[in-house]
């Protein structure tokens, strides 16, 4: 049993996948996404935070180009979002304040304001005093920080149902199904089997399943890396009336060497993550991992400890050998990735889908795109 009906078919439903089947669909190109329950997976338990500049790092240039362009066309993404679907995706421009908790931490923010100014980014020192000022409820003990103003927000939880809403009125075939291999004719990728043994053929493919991504069956060895899973840990708090505003930015820091945010919604839910662990599938909450983001989040905002917890929750980041994105065609003709965000997953899906739709249309690589290429990834010739 085969059905051909797409130019486009796309494997796996989460924001990634669901973001590049509309921009395609939007080419006027018929698009299909297979996935079991489409706007599932990590945005569901992701703070949201869009934070390239805060989260920069050393030797990491390429992708900060990457993070500040998706950054750029937020509020227009949403904005669309929002006019196709009625739904607001809780997108808030709250900028982001890092702060310092002794001495060892002021030094490093110090340094990586340095590397900011250097890269012409937008970030400012702040004194303990005046980081007190802008959000009153962090510890007395805060030895300073580094406010980003152009670093934001977005509801993972919402962006997901819109981009569900919006596939489906741009003419996307949602297929709720398992895919269990993938078809190749020749050196070419032709479709997909789905667990109801159906075969979907298309022009061609689009492989966003993030951690599963390299362990789909069929998938010739080597044409990706491995996409490892990286389980964050996540917890939401609320914040009662009474306390509001609480926090008014997203707020971070780096306590013994982990890092923790707080992200304020304006519907009075705060999000605190996350842990990083690399434990494989697994997505447990653990005691250990709840007490580290309550003890690390205490530290930054003592008075935390009064709201109501609501949820826990994990989620698996997708990280490729070098955790930066791998986008566009691979070596196996017809099959093109769009995977491997890592901890940037939210933050890079607006570029992620219209440089892989740009791609889909035209054939052409963005140059944008082209330090993301999964064949960076492929064994060199010898000399
Ligand atoms: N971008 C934040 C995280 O992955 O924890």
């Known amino acids: 049993m085969t059905r051909t009906e797409s130019d486009v078919l796309v494997i796996g439903g989460g924001i990634i996948g669901l973001a ?114 802008l959000e009153p409820m962090l510890a007395p003990g805060v030895r300073g920080g580094l406010h980003v103003t152009g670093d934001h927000q977005v509801d993972g939880r919402r962006l997901a149902a819109a981009l569900v809403l919006a596939c489906e009125r741009s003419g996307v075939t949602l297929h709720r199904a398992s895919v269990t291999e993938l078809l190749l004719t020749g050196d070419r990728a032709t479709g997909v089997r789905l667990s109801s043994g159906e075969r979907l053929t298309a022009a061609q493919l689009v492989l966003a399943a993030g951690p599963q991504s390299h362990l789909l069956p069929g998938l010739p060895a080597g044409v990706l890396p491995p996409v490892r899973p990286v389980k964050g840990q996540v917890l939401r708090l609320r914040i009662p009336e009474r306390y509001a505003p609480f926090l008014s930015r997203n707020v971070r820091a780096v306590v013994r060497g982990q890092h923790i945010y707080l ?9 605190i993550g996350a842990t990083s662990e690399e434990l494989g599938y697994d997505t447990t909450v653990t005691a250990g991992g709840v007490y580290e983001l309550l003890r690390d989040a205490h530290e930054l905002v003592p008075g935390l400890t009064e709201l109501p917890l609501v949820e826990t929750g994990a989620g698996l980041r997708p990280g490729s050998p070098d955790n930066a994105p791998l986008l566009g065609p691979t070596s196996l003709p017809g099959l093109v990735a769009a995977t491997g965000h890592y901890r940037n997953g939210v933050l890079l899906t607006p570029v992620t889908a219209d440089l892989i739709a740009e791609h889909l249309a035209t054939g052409a690589v963005p140059a944008l795109a082209a330090p993301f290429s999964p064949s960076r990834f492929a064994p060199k010739a010898a000399a």
Do not use: I
């Open 263 to 271: 992200v304020p919604r304006a519907d009075g839910e705060l999000v």
């Open 20 to 133: 590049v089947a509309w921009r395609t669909a939007q080419r006027g190109l018929r698009v299909t996404v297979v996935d079991p329950e489409p706007g599932r997976g990590a945005a569901q338990v992701a703070a949201g935070m869009l934070a390239p500049v805060t989260e920069l790092q050393y030797g990491e240039e390429p992708l900060l180009r990457l993070g500040m362009a998706s950054n750029d066309r937020y509020r227009d993404f949403v904005a669309e979002l929002a006019d196709l679907t009625e739904l607001d995706t809780g997108y808030r421009e709250t900028g982001t304040l890092a702060v310092a908790l002794d001495s060892d931490d002021r030094a490093e923010l110090r340094e990586l304001h340095g590397f900011q100014q250097r890269l012409g980014l937008e970030s400012h020192w702040l004194t303990g005093r005046e980081c007190r000022k």
